[in-house]
């Protein structure tokens, strides 16, 4: 409605799974089966990768971003609802290391990370300008609300996303996290929903 390159593959699984909560978020480590591959392109894309995989992690990656920014919003306001705030927390924890992970993926793929940014658009649950100054100029419960309403949109659009990856996808850890991420923001949706009936 928003692990740079790590030092072992057993160390990115961990840490990603460690930050795995409520949130979107999940991920298979660096070493598993289709992440060895050699230099690649855009347009010739690596070894057990395709143009869908590429398309996933570039748009995901610009999503998350907005989904922080999002919650950074929200969190530097007042007399707003704690499960919201708490919400908010754990989206951050979440999103910014699979941020890391899908930018080392893309290195290691040797895309361009500027790759598929041409289909994101606000169908993809992206928030506009005039969305987020919204967002930003609320106060109160009606911070909470907002910041509930969007971020069920904008996490709607990322299980589109994602779900596009799963289906079409060919890299076995992206298609992974792409999973991950459908059932993990289809869980926090319904936690939302529940919050914003109670508000």
């Given at each position: ?50 143009e ?67 289909g ?6 992206m ?14 419960p ?58």
């Amino acid at each position: 409605m928003k692990i740079r390159t790590l030092a072992t593959p057993a160390i990115a699984l961990t840490a990603v799974l460690a930050l795995a909560g409520c949130s979107d978020t999940g991920a298979t480590g660096n070493g598993m089966p289709g992440m060895e591959h050699g230099n690649g392109s855009s347009s010739a894309p690596a070894t057990n990768t395709n143009e869908a995989d590429i398309m996933f992690a570039t748009m995901m990656i610009e999503h998350h971003r907005q989904a922080i920014e999002m919650s950074d919003a929200v969190l530097t306001k007042e007399d707003v609802d704690p499960r919201v705030t708490s919400l908010a927390e754990d989206i951050k924890a979440a999103q910014q290391p699979e941020i890391d992970l899908l930018e080392g993926w893309l290195e290691e793929w040797g895309a361009d990370s500027g790759t598929g940014m041409d289909g994101m658009d606000h169908g993809d649950g992206m928030m506009t300008e005039e969305d987020m100054q919204d967002l930003e100029a609320a106060t109160g419960p009606d911070a909470s609300r907002l910041f509930l309403e969007q971020m069920i949109e904008h996490h709607n659009g990322a299980i589109t996303m994602a779900q596009d990856q799963v289906d079409d996808g060919q890299n076995p850890d992206a298609v992974a996290l792409a999973q991950k991420i459908v059932d993990d923001q289809s869980a926090e949706i319904e936690t939302m929903e529940d919050i914003l009936a109670s508000l």
